[in-house]
C-alpha cells in the first residue's frame, strides 16, 4: 500500500483548525496536527481522525516561537516532508487603538504573522526540492476589509494576504499552490463572545458559517481540482464582504 501524503494543520486542537483537519484526513492525508495548549481538544481530534480510519501525530508548540517551531518539527521533517500546510493557529486581541497595548498589539502580529513565516520556512526547502504543494494561510474578511477595535488582527490578516501573493508568486514554478481562505463570522471559540444580534443584520446570508463550510473550501485548495489557483483569497463570509 503507498504511504499517505502528510498535511500539517497549525492550530487544529478545536474551531476551524481541527474541521480542516478532519477533513483533510476524510480527503486521504496523514494529519501532523499542531495546537498550543488544549491538550485534550487535540487528543479528541486525534481520536475523532483515528476513528474516520485516519492517523494523525499531536504537535504541541507555539507558532509565534521560532526555537519552538524548529524543534518541534525537526524530528518529523527528518523522515517526511508534507505535501499541505495549513497556516491556521491564531487569536484575536480587540481594542480600540487609542488603548490597546503593545503586548496586544505584537502578540496579534507574532501569532499570525510570525506563525506564518516560522512554520512555512521549515518546510518550504524540502517543498521546493520535491516541486509540490500547496499553503493555505487562513486569514479574514477583516484584513479584506476595515473593523473597529481590530487594528492589530487586521493588520496581521491584510499582512498575511500580501505574504499569500508574493509567495505564490516565489514558487509557483516550482508548482507550489499558495492561496488564502478568508473567512467571515464562523461559530467557534473565538467568536462565542460576539453579540449575535448586532452582527447578523451584517451578514447577506442572516447566520454566522461552519467550521465545516471553511475546512470544505481549504480542502478544495489542496484538491487535483484547483491545480491551476495560486495566489487567490477565497472568502467564506455568507456575503459579508463582497
Ligand atoms: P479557535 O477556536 O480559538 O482556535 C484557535 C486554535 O489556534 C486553537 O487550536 C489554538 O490552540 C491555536 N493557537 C492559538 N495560538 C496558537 C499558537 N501561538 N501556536 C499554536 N497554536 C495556537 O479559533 P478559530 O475561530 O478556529 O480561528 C482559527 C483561525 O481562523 C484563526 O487564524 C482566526 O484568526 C481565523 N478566523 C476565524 C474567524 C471566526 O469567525 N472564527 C473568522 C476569520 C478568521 P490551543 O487552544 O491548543 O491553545
Known amino acids: 500500500m503507498s504511504k499517505k501524503p502528510v498535511a500539517l494543520v497549525t492550530g487544529a486542537s478545536k474551531g476551524i483548525g481541527a474541521a480542516i483537519a478532519v477533513e483533510l484526513s476524510r480527503q486521504g ?17 486525534a481520536a475523532e481522525i483515528e476513528r474516520l480510519g485516519g492517523a494523525c501525530s499531536l504537535l504541541c508548540f507555539d507558532v509565534a516561537n521560532a526555537e519552538a517551531v524548529a524543534s518541534g518539527l525537526e524530528s518529523l521533517l527528518a523522515e517526511e516532508t508534507p505535501e499541505v500546510l495549513v497556516n491556521n493557529a491564531g487569536f484575536a486581541r480587540d481594542g480600540l487603538m487609542a488603548l490597546m497595548s503593545e503586548t496586544d498589539w505584537q502578540s496579534v502580529l507574532d ?20 516541486r509540490r504543494g500547496r499553503i493555505i494561510n487562513i486569514v479574514s474578511t477583516s484584513g479584506e476589509t476595515g473593523v473597529p477595535g481590530q487594528v492589530n488582527y487586521s493588520a496581521a490578516k491584510a499582512g ?13 514554478r516550482r508548482k507550489i499552490l499558495v492561496n ?6 464562523i461559530e467557534t471559540e473565538m467568536t462565542t463572545d460576539i453579540p449575535k444580534e448586532r452582527v447578523l443584520p451584517m451578514i447577506p ?10 475546512a470544505a473550501v481549504t480542502a478544495f ?19 459579508a464582504y463582497m
Not at 111 to 127: D, E, K, N, S, Y
Not at 180 to 185: D, N, R, Y
Not at 205 to 214: P, Q, S, Y
Open 205 to 214: 446570508m442572516g447566520r454566522f458559517g461552519t467550521a465545516e463550510e471553511v
Open 111 to 130: 501569532v499570525h504573522l510570525g506563525g506564518f513565516f516560522h512554520v512555512t520556512r521549515q518546510l518550504l526547502p524540502a517543498m521546493l526540492k520535491r
Open 29 to 45: 492525508y496523514d494529519i501532523w496536527l499542531n495546537y498550543r495548549s488544549d491538550d485534550a481538544g487535540a487528543s479528541t481530534i
Open 221 to 239: 485548495l489542496c484538491s487535483p481540482a484547483a491545480a491551476y489557483i495560486t495566489g487567490q483569497v477565497l472568502s467564506v463570509n455568507g456575503g
Open 160 to 172: 498575511l494576504i500580501g505574504a499569500t501573493r508574493s509567495l505564490a508568486a516565489e514558487v509557483a
Open 180 to 185: 488564502a481562505v478568508s473567512p467571515g463570522f
